[in-house]
């Protein structure tokens, strides 16, 4: 099966500094990785995607890296706001007891930005 | 659109009583899901669908019941509310495989 591993638990980080929040799979067939954001009491929302054709892609101030070498994924955030504090999540398609398509989530990094 | 509905938003209930969550969406999604979500654990998938009278086991599935007789309906039912069951409850639906799009979440405390 599929296991999503969670570097840090919490990443406290200044206002206006970038943030970096990594993740580590374990299926080296794994071939799409997501990122979530959950705000206190909300659903997750999707951030940016990737799949393993790609290394990087980018998005509005987000920007997600992959390493399929050594299995690690990050997501990295530009000049971080007050409005980015919330627990991020990277998912990864794989085998986590809903078929092919189910999506094994890490447990999550809560980002605190400091004025 | 609406996109993926949940209700209740919250939920209490006694040790042995029975309920169902329900979701709903809005934008023809063939693939459906439950998660539960607790301190610490990250989402956890309960159960999944493929498409209406298609249904299957996720990582947690034990207590739980679900039944797809429409594409737009994915209800959760709770057979014999335990304590262990106190979580908070999403539904998700899209491409099977790829980007899912959370509903609001339920807040479940049973007592």
């Known amino acids: 099966g599929e296991s999503v591993g969670l570097h840090l638990p919490t990443l406290s980080v200044q206002e206006g500094d970038n943030s970096i929040i990594n993740c580590a799979y374990s299926?080296?067939?794994?071939?799409?990785f997501i990122w979530y954001k959950q705000e206190s009491g909300k659903g997750p929302q999707f951030i940016i995607d990737i799949r393993s054709n790609m290394d990087k892609r980018q998005g509005q101030r987000v920007t997600v890296l992959l390493n399929k070498t050594v299995k690690h994924l990050s997501l990295q955030i530009a000049a971080t706001q007050p409005g980015d504090s919330a627990v991020y999540f990277c998912?990864?398609?794989?085998?986590?007891?809903?078929?092919?398509?189910?999506?094994?989530f890490g447990k999550g990094t809560h980002l605190i930005i400091q004025p | 659109n609406a996109g993926v509905t949940q209700t209740p938003k919250f939920q209490v209930l006694k040790t042995g009583q029975s309920m169902t969550l329900q979701c709903a969406q809005d934008m023809n999604h063939e693939y459906m899901s439950w998660y539960r979500q607790d301190p610490g654990m990250g989402l956890r998938l309960i159960h999944y669908s493929v498409g209406a009278g298609i249904t299957d086991q996720g990582e947690v599935p034990n207590g739980y019941n679900v039944s797809r007789s429409t594409t737009e309906d994915f209800p959760l039912r709770l057979l014999s509310a335990a304590p262990s069951q106190t979580s908070v409850y999403f539904c998700?639906?899209?491409?099977?495989?790829?980007?899912?799009?959370f509903g609001p979440g339920t807040r479940l405390t049973v007592t």
């Open positions: 998912a990864v398609k794989g085998y986590s007891g809903g078929g092919a398509d189910g999506l094994t």
């Open positions: 998700a639906s899209g491409t099977a495989g790829y980007e899912q799009y």
């Open positions: 299926n080296s067939a794994s071939d799409y």
